[in-house]
């Protein structure tokens, strides 16, 4: 029995929706020059990898023939959500706080970024505790 397709985008299908994220609407033709900057693409590949991702609910294409243009149907912050969810799922057993330790252990954070995760952690913390709070009330 065949194993039905991963709605997670691959790599190829990644640098793909990059460029329709970062263009909107965009020609086949554009979407292929685009990608032609890093490496050598064949249009025909290109094409069929947005009919499979289409297939996968991850773009649309917007009218027919050489006027045809892709849309992303996936924004980049919920592909980065189901992609982090997998990860922490396959690699770290289901802990966040593992792949958060891994990324701040490993060195991989800069001071900055450091700071910024703090405050971060910290204001959810703080609506953590606001709403416990409400929720007493």
Do not use: Y
Not at 56 to 66: A, E, F, P, Y
Not at 84 to 96: E, Q
Not at 111 to 128: A, M, T
């Amino acid at each position: 029995m065949a194993r039905p397709p991963s709605v997670h985008p691959t790599d190829g299908e990644l640098e793909i929706l990059r460029v329709l994220w970062a263009n909107g609407p965009t020609a086949l033709s554009v979407v292929c020059e685009t990608l032609r900057q890093q490496r050598e693409v064949a249009t025909t590949t290109i094409a069929t990898m947005l009919k499979v991702m289409r297939e996968k609910g991850l773009v649309q294409r917007l009218g027919s023939g050489r006027g045809a243009q892709w849309t992303a149907t996936i924004t980049q912050k919920r592909a980065a959500k189901k992609m982090v969810s997998k990860l922490v799922d396959h690699v770290f057993d289901g802990s966040a706080d593992l792949l958060a330790a891994h990324l701040i252990e490993g060195g991989q954070l800069s001071r900055e970024q450091l700071v910024e995760l703090r405050d971060l952690i910290d204001q959810r913390s703080s609506e953590k505790s606001m709403a416990k709070k409400g929720a007493k009330r």
